[in-house]
Nanobody
Framework: QVQFVESGGGLVHPGGSLKLSCAAS????????MAWYRQAPGKQRELVAS???????TYTDSVKGRFTIGRDNAKKTMYLQMNSLKFEDTAVYYC???????????WGQGTQVTVSS
């Protein structure tokens, strides 16, 4: 079972930045389209950004221009650089493959991001 471990969350003021990391256990990481998701209190989990093995990216509208998804296939790691953070970015952030729910994939513990003044 492929595992992903998220890290890098924390408490930040509005307008601040954080960089999340996702370490993968799979040997075939470079072939896998990956994604960051988030779940805010009382809301459903949503897709934030995705990245193919060769670096093609997509973003949900609310984070475009503020968040940057990236990956280092040699290190089997994915990143999410989050700038200009807003209160509404507060959530638990998860990494997983793209279409993780549709594929019935399990989820890790995620990393908490809290934007507060």
């Amino acid at each position: 079972q492929v595992q992903f471990v998220e890290s890098g969350g924390g408490l930040v003021h509005p307008g601040g930045s954080l960089k999340l990391s996702c370490a993968a256990s799979t040997t075939f990481f470079r072939l896998v389209k990956m994604a960051w998701y988030r779940q805010a209190p009382g809301k459903q989990r949503e897709l934030v950004a995705s990245i193919t093995g060769d670096g093609t990216t997509t973003y949900t509208d609310s984070v475009k221009g503020r968040f940057t998804i990236g990956r280092d296939n040699a290190k089997k790691t994915m990143y999410l650089q989050m700038n200009s953070l807003k209160f509404e970015d507060t959530a638990v952030y998860y990494c997983n493959t793209d279409r993780a729910d549709q594929l019935g994939r399990s989820w890790g513990q995620g990393t908490q991001v809290t934007v507060s003044s």
